[in-house]
T-cell receptor, first 111, second 112 residues
Framework: DTAVSQTPKYLVTQMGNDKSIKCEQN?????MYWYKQDSKKFLKIMFS???????INETVPNRFSPKSPDKAHLNLHINSLELGDSAVYFC??????????FGSGTRLTVV | GENVEQHPSTLSVQEGDSAVIKCTYS??????FPWYKQELGKRPQLIID?????GEKKDQRIAVTLNKTAKHFSLHITETQPEDSAVYFC???????????FGEGTQLTVNP
């Protein structure tokens, strides 16, 4: 069983399109995150949900909208994709007493 | 908020040598310090962590040391092997929540 599963693994799309990335965790963690990793490898936090409640919302364009239907799922919807959105997006889950477990990542390429 | 600085950004060693990566943090209340290894094209994976009530932790060839007074912690890899080549991230967490603040990563290359 994959602890944090993320789909799709690769996403190639044209500018202006809308796309979604899905994430599910079976670890029973209360908190889930979205991170963006650009070509310089830096892990930049975007959002965090705790038990379906948004607790971290970094300075991210409002074209990005997270949705958490329950504490095991955190999806990311991106509207009007731009070239600069190309990156690897990682979902992660964790809690106060342990570190994160990352999903396998989604490599988004906007052309 | 917490700020984590990581050095060096790149590190190249010969197989069998030791490698040391250092991180400093700003929030003296931080109490949990994990290290992640990210191989090319893969996800970051937790390799070792240390809590603020411990000064050192070792797991086979890797060890982490923590100096709370100076607010820095280090990853030590001994007898490096080519498969140790990866990007390594340090992180710190304050007790008020679960969010980790990451360093900018170190690209370690182990030359055969």
């Amino acid at each position: 069983d994959t602890a944090v599963s993320q789909t799709p693994k690769y996403l190639v799309t044209q500018m202006g399109n809308d796309k979604s990335i899905k994430c599910e965790q079976n670890l029973g963690h209360d908190t889930m995150y979205w991170y963006k990793q650009d070509s310089k490898k830096f892990l930049k936090i975007m959002f965090s949900y705790n038990n379906k409640e948004l607790i971290i919302n970094e300075t991210v364009p409002n074209r990005f909208s997270p949705k958490s239907p329950d504490k095991a799922h955190l999806n990311l919807h991106i509207n009007s994709l731009e070239l600069g959105d190309s990156a690897v997006y990682f979902c992660a889950s964790g809690g106060e007493n342990y570190g994160y477990t990352f999903g396998s990542g989604t490599r988004l390429t906007v052309v | 908020g917490e700020n984590v600085e990581q050095h060096p950004s790149t590190l190249s060693v010969q197989e069998g040598d030791s490698a040391v990566i250092k991180c400093t943090y700003s929030d003296s209340a931080s109490n949990y310090f994990p290290w992640y290894k990210q191989e090319l094209g893969k996800r970051p994976q937790l390799i070792i962590d240390i809590r603020s009530n411990v000064g050192e932790k070792k797991d086979q060839r890797i060890a982490v040391t923590l100096n709370k007074t100076a607010k820095h912690f280090s990853l030590h890899i001994t007898e490096t092997q080519p498969e140790d080549s990866a990007v390594y991230f340090c992180a710190a967490r304050a007790p008020s929540g679960s969010r980790l603040t990451f360093g900018e990563g170190t690209q370690l290359t182990v030359n055969p």
